[in-house]
């Protein structure tokens, strides 16, 4: 089934269709530019953004393609962008929002490591981009790896499709994800470890501690680029962790266009997401670039991190 035909199968407004129908446009021309026999995407742009970090050629490409793309529909109100210091205008009367971080895990993009865009869409109302992540109406990703997925959350469930790369087209691949309850996956840059809070230290040498065999009980894994880290949880189980550390002392995953989105789809397939004070999705945000700490993953996982603060 292609993600037209899905779209027509289900009951989502005709603005969310046209939403993700913008994605999947987007998207398909970042596979293509990813896929290019040119180097001229590689490589830093020279340019440092709104969070003092360098800006990579493809960071900035990624952004005018997905910019250009909701340009083109009319019920967007406004986008927020990770490379944009402020929000960009588009339709004043739009019915939507769109939050994005539209290239994730840009520092591996030079070493042939998967790289994703992330989207969050809220109402336009009162409030505008800061409201609570319970609110947003859809969020989704897509993951440019071995294959390249769109995934998102709408209505309830989350489902995973895969591009066919021949006709462009994206075929329901993933319905209904549901992810493993717990699982043996570790997910934290352990470089930070002698500037982590107690409780994650504790956490994480429990995930190192061998079983009555002398064999490990957990897998420790962490690529760099979010969306990858996350999709590979959320298929398999497994928790991902991004604390407060010396370098980020306010994190360093962005709250409303980074970890609302992904734990909304964490959401939906049945996981479970903090930034160890509260539900992510609870938090109000006080302004669009915030960052905050973000852990996401199985339920049961997560749940354990969380009772080593309540001692
Ligand atoms: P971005 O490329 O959009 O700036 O995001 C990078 C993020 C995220 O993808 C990843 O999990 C994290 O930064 C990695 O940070 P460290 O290099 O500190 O591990
Ligand atoms: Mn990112
Ligand atoms: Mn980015």
Redesign the pocket.
């Known amino acids: 089934m292609t993600l037209q035909q899905f779209l027509n199968s289900k009951n989502f407004n005709s603005e969310i269709n046209q939403i993700l129908l913008n994605i999947e446009a987007g998207s398909i021309k970042m596979y293509g530019k990813l896929n290019e026999e040119t180097s001229d995407i590689f490589g830093p742009s020279g340019e440092k953004n709104i969070?003092n970090?360098e800006v990579?050629k493809l960071?900035l490409i990624a952004n005018d393609i997905f910019i250009d793309v909701f340009k083109t529909n009319s019920n967007i109100a406004k986008i927020l962008s990770?490379e944009n210091e402020h929000t960009i205008d588009l339709n004043n009367n739009g019915k939507y929002l769109v939050a994005m971080?539209p290239?994730?895990?840009?520092?591996?993009i030079d070493v042939n490591i998967p790289?994703?865009s992330?989207f969050s869409i809220l109402e336009n109302k009162e409030g505008g981009f800061l409201q609570n992540g319970v609110d947003q109406k859809l969020a989704c990703y897509v993951i440019y790896g071995t294959t390249t997925m769109m995934v998102f959350a709408v209505d309830q469930a989350t489902h995973g499709f895969t591009l066919n790369t021949k006709n462009k087209q994206y075929i329901l691949t993933h319905p209904n994800i549901s992810t493993p309850n717990t699982g043996n996956i570790f997910s934290i840059?352990e470089?930070?470890f002698n500037s982590m809070e107690k409780e994650i230290v504790e956490f994480i040498n429990y995930c190192k501690e061998l079983n009555p065999n002398g064999k490990r009980t957990h897998t420790g894994r962490?690529?760099?680029?979010?969306?990858?880290?996350f999709h590979r949880n959320m298929l398999k189980g497994g928790i991902?962790i991004?604390p407060t550390?010396a370098?980020?002392p306010n994190g360093?995953?962005?709250l409303i266009y980074?970890c609302n989105p992904i734990a909304f789809i964490a959401k939906y397939a049945g996981g479970e997401s903090t930034d160890l004070t509260k539900n992510i999705l609870d938090v109000k945000p006080k302004n669009i670039h915030q960052r905050t700490a973000f852990v996401v993953g199985s339920k049961q996982m997560v749940n354990k991190l969380l009772s080593l603060y309540k001692v």
């Open positions: 969070q970090e990579q960071d990770e971080d290239l994730d895990g840009s520092s591996n790289v994703g992330i840059n470089g930070n962490f690529i760099g680029s979010l969306v990858a880290d991902f991004y550390t370098d980020r360093q995953l962005r980074e």
